[in-house]
């Protein structure tokens, strides 16, 4: 198994992408499932 670490750039996306969808109210799961970890594989 990879090890997990915290990614600034990856939570910053992650933030940007959830305020654009925001906007168009709908939010894929696959990304609410990255915003639970804000981990991701190195």
């Given at each position: 198994?990879?090890?997990?670490?915290?990614?600034?750039?990856?939570v910053?996306?992650?933030?940007?992408?959830?305020?654009?969808?925001?906007?168009?109210?709908?939010?894929?799961k696959?990304?609410?499932?990255?915003?639970?970890?804000?981990?991701?594989?190195?």
């Amino acid at each position: 198994m990879p090890k997990l670490i915290p990614s600034k750039k990856f939570v910053k996306d992650i933030n940007k992408f959830q305020s654009d969808v925001t906007m168009r109210k709908k939010l894929p799961k696959r990304y609410l499932s990255l915003k639970k970890t804000r981990f991701i594989p190195v």
